[in-house]
């Protein structure tokens, strides 16, 4: 939220991503999710709705493809993109 601030002419994009565990539907609503808990968290903390954007990529980008609770835990997340104007 600080970086926000900061710099108001910037802009970020938060992906929510998920496991490959349960529907395609079920997993682009959870990403979406996901990404939405954190643009709340940085708007709460004084972050500007029109600098925030949030997509979600559900299970389609994994960082880890191997089954098991290791990898999928990594697949769970929420990437923070900064693109400076």
């Keep these: 939220a600080k970086y926000l601030r900061d710099r ?3 802009r970020i ?5 998920t496991d490959e565990r349960g ?3 079920y997993n682009q609503a959870l990403g979406e999710r996901r ?4 643009n709340s ?9 029109s600098q925030l954007t ?4 559900g ?18 997340r929420v990437e923070i993109v900064y693109t400076a104007q």
């Design 8 to 10: 108001p002419s910037s």
């Design 13 to 17: 994009t938060l992906q929510g991503h």
């Design 23 to 25: 529907s395609r539907a």
């Design 35 to 38: 990404g939405n808990g954190v």
């Design 41 to 49: 968290a940085l708007q709460a903390n004084g972050g500007s709705a």
């Design 54 to 57: 949030v997509v979600s990529y």
């Design 59 to 76: 299970e389609e980008r994994p960082v880890c493809t191997e089954s098991g609770e290791s990898c999928w835990s990594q697949n769970r």
